[in-house]
């Protein structure tokens, strides 16, 4: 009947009444055509809205009241819904709730990082409203309490409490850590690996993941630079390391290899390596890639290179930090780091409490690509490749699939997909070209 979203803690939290108290339906529909809106669990707003917004716009939270407050002259009391503390409600099923001490330390760190309760033990991080940033507050919190250096990818293997406990029973035993992430390891198709983007997380991946047919398994390259691992010299050595990675899961072919960005860059390198070799890869998947040197830009001097990062940043997070130009030239070169995370802190894009040092890591990640990425020359690949451009790009002039051609001899499929660079992989967008990449390999 009524719904306000307002913006709480870098977050934005719903409030919904419903139309009347009977039964809920089974149906989530608008009321273009006379039926009535029928308000289910917070997982089917979630996938309602994000069909029809751009993943930035879709609230991490939930609140359904019997009525919103009201100010004495009749208008939504805002103020009352900001005091409210913000509850978790699931679906149907009933929460699951902690059943030993070291569960229940992990809600407590959970409730603290999200503010969101009651919160279960099979509750999704990132369905809470957890995003890359807030994963490494909850690493340095499990360090802090347990003593335990929690592999950052298995956040994203394995996203819920149950999970966290059950790693963390386990006798921790020092090995190497892959940087492949299993995003979705069930199905009986070729798996599909793509390439983290230019800041080195695979965040970006995980609404695609979501979209994705349950046969193809999907995993996810994320780099070793944020795991405390040394920056490679080339594109093609960061291509053959995560070659070595994969072949550590799946010895032979047929493999599927892609990415976003920058990520498509080393999945074309990764591809064009195990074709040398005999390996067969059945499909490279460019994701809005563009080939090096081909939009003829400048290099760019130091401010203009942390503005970059700011705003590729901010976008990954579907937002917008703005600091321009002139701000940063403005500053001292030693001055200028502190003064984009300061604004940033400021306007609640990113976590106040967040450690600086691993900011610092995100800038020296994204130098390091970016140097490798300006010093690649490509060579020429045989495979089947399929570029997905964003249409909104492409809208103002900006076509991805500039220069390709002449390092391609096999087939080469460009295809149209909603949104901008940043975009396309966000809410419906992300949907969308998920339902093509799914014709594309079925």
């Not at 809920?24 to 308000?39: A, K, P």
């Not at 997909?417 to 809410?427: A, M």
Request: with cysteine.
């Amino acid at each position: 009947r009524e719904a306000v979203v307002l913006v709480r803690d870098e977050r934005l939290v719903a409030y919904v009444t419903e139309e009347n108290q009977e039964p809920r339906t089974e149906n989530l529909g608008d009321d273009s055509d006379g039926s009535r809106f029928s308000v289910l669990g917070s997982d089917d707003l979630r996938t309602f809205l994000a069909e029809r917004l751009p993943g930035y716009m879709v609230p991490s939270a939930f609140m359904r009241l019997d009525a919103l407050p009201l100010t004495p002259n009749g208008k939504i009391d805002r103020r009352a819904l900001s005091a409210l503390a913000i509850t978790h409600q699931p679906n149907s099923e009933a929460l699951l709730m902690p059943r030993d001490s070291l569960e229940l330390k992990l809600v407590h760190i959970w409730e603290e990082l999200l503010d969101v309760r009651p919160i279960g033990v099979t509750d999704n991080f990132f369905n809470l409203g957890g995003h890359s940033l807030l994963s490494v507050r909850l690493r340095e919190r499990i360090r802090e309490r347990f003593g335990y250096e929690l592999p950052l990818t298995l956040v994203f293997q394995g996203p819920t409490i149950e999970q966290l406990a059950h790693a963390l029973r386990q006798e921790p035993v020092p090995q190497p850590e892959s940087p492949l992430v299993a995003l979705q390891s069930g199905g009986v198709r070729s798996p599909l690996l793509f390439i983290h983007p230019i800041g080195g997380s695979i965040t970006s991946y995980l609404n695609l993941a979501r979209y994705l047919d349950r046969e193809q398994p999907f995993y996810a390259a994320q780099s070793p630079m944020l795991m405390g691992a040394a920056p490679e010299a080339t594109i093609e050595a960061l291509a053959a390391r995560y070659i070595d990675a994969l072949k550590q899961t799946r010895p032979h072919g047929p493999y599927r290899l892609g990415g976003w960005s920058f990520g498509g860059i080393v999945a074309f390198e990764m591809a064009r390596q195990l074709a040398a070799h005999g390996d067969e890869v059945e499909q490279l998947v460019l994701l809005d890639t563009y080939l090096p040197g081909s939009q003829r830009q400048p290099t760019p001097d130091d401010s203009q290179l942390l503005l970059s990062f700011c705003r590729d940043v901010a976008n990954s997070l579907g937002k917008q930090l703005p600091i321009t130009y002139a701000d940063l030239a403005a500053l001292a070169p030693e001055s200028r780091l502190a003064y984009a995370f300061d604004q940033a802190r400021e306007l609640r894009l990113i976590p106040a409490d967040l450690n600086t040092d691993y900011l610092q890591l995100l800038f020296d990640v994204y130098q390091a690509h970016l140097k490798l990425l300006q010093a690649y020359v490509p060579r020429s690949y045989s495979g089947a490749v399929t570029l997905f451009r964003a249409d909104e790009q492409l809208a103002n002039g900006i076509d991805a699939a500039e220069g390709w051609a002449a390092y391609l001899t096999g087939q080469f499929i460009c295809c149209g997909t909603p949104g901008d660079h940043y975009s396309l992989l966000q809410g419906s967008n992300g949907a969308a070209l998920a339902t093509a990449m799914n014709d594309l390999l079925s």
